[in-house]
């Protein structure tokens, strides 16, 4: 088994990743090699070493670096990959009903099944693992993570409220499985692709009803609007009441196109600029990944 480490990590992290890394050897899993990874060389290094266990110790940024990794080495089936929490967010984590506790984690990885598990795709290659969001979705991470170090997770409520005041939307077309769903008549506030259930530290849920094994995207598309009717989209958004308001269109897709202007783009919280166009096809059933024996995915 190894278990993959951001060497960026700070001493709380590693006091955190140590104690579950102490549950995992107690407990009598097969051997346990910790490796720590700061960039793509260093990671492919780490998965060079053969193990058909992987842990990931971190949050929804480095499930993204190693779902990446594999899916680049032609190895996204070949594995089994676990979660050890210890990001900022841990937002892939909610949604797998996952301890949030890097300890009780380990104990849930033990006791928990390997199931196969769906990824988003775009044109360009890259993976997916949790959500894609474009727009005031991606604005906020994007500011949030100007924040992280001096305010955790609190820093995506602030980064919300920081990009939602000036919010003026996007025009951009939005096509699910070949149909318009919006087009650049109105401007949108936010597209998101969902493949778990929550977003900004388990502050918004993007879609209710995502699953990681449901083999669709959740597309939620919210138009622009004023600054109240934003605030109040906030508030449903965090309580994932969302879906129901007239100016948000909620439906499954299997591929989903954006084109438009230049807009910000956020998958698993890494930020890309300037995107005009972009294509996601979901991939079913593409990972192997343990949940926990009890759980939404159980």
Not at 86 to 107: I, K, Q, V
Not at 212 to 230: A, K, N
Not at 237 to 256: F, K, N
């Amino acid at each position: 088994m190894l278990v993959i480490n951001n060497s960026r990590a700070g001493s709380n992290e590693d006091r955190q990743l140590r104690a579950a890394v102490g549950e995992l050897t107690v407990a009598g899993a097969a051997a346990v090699e910790v490796v720590s990874c700061g960039d793509s060389a260093e990671l492919d290094a780490a998965l060079d070493r053969g193990h058909d266990t992987l842990v990931v110790a971190g949050g929804d940024g480095s499930l993204h670096a190693v779902a990446n990794a594999l899916h680049r080495r032609g190895e996204l089936g070949g594995r089994v990959v676990g979660l050890l929490p210890l990001g900022t967010g841990n937002d892939f984590a909610r949604s797998l009903g996952l301890p949030l506790d890097p300890e009780a984690a380990a104990r849930a990885f033990l006791s928990g099944t390997a199931r196969p598990l769906d990824l988003l795709v775009d044109d360009t290659g890259e993976v997916t693992v949790n959500a894609v969001h474009l727009g005031i979705g991606a604005d906020s991470t994007r500011e949030a993570a100007r924040w992280k170090k001096t305010l955790g997770p609190a820093s995506f409520p602030v980064g919300g409220l920081i990009a939602g005041w000036a919010a003026q939307g996007y025009r951009m077309l939005v096509e699910a499985d070949g149909e318009k769903v919006i087009t650049p008549r109105h401007k949108t506030l936010m597209a998101g692709l969902a493949n778990g259930r929550f977003i900004g530290g388990g502050a918004g849920t993007l879609d209710p009803g995502a699953r990681p094994d449901s083999g669709v995207i959740g597309l939620v598309v919210s138009r622009s609007r004023g600054f109240w009717r934003r605030a109040a989209h906030a508030v449903r958004l965090h309580r994932g009441t969302h879906p129901m308001e007239l100016d948000v269109h909620h439906r499954p897709a299997h591929t989903v196109t954006v084109v438009g202007e230049p807009v910000t783009m956020s998958s698993d919280g890494e930020i890309t600029e300037g995107v005009t166009r972009r294509t996601w096809r979901v991939l079913p059933g593409a990972w192997r990944f343990v949940v926990p024996r009890e759980g939404p995915l159980a």
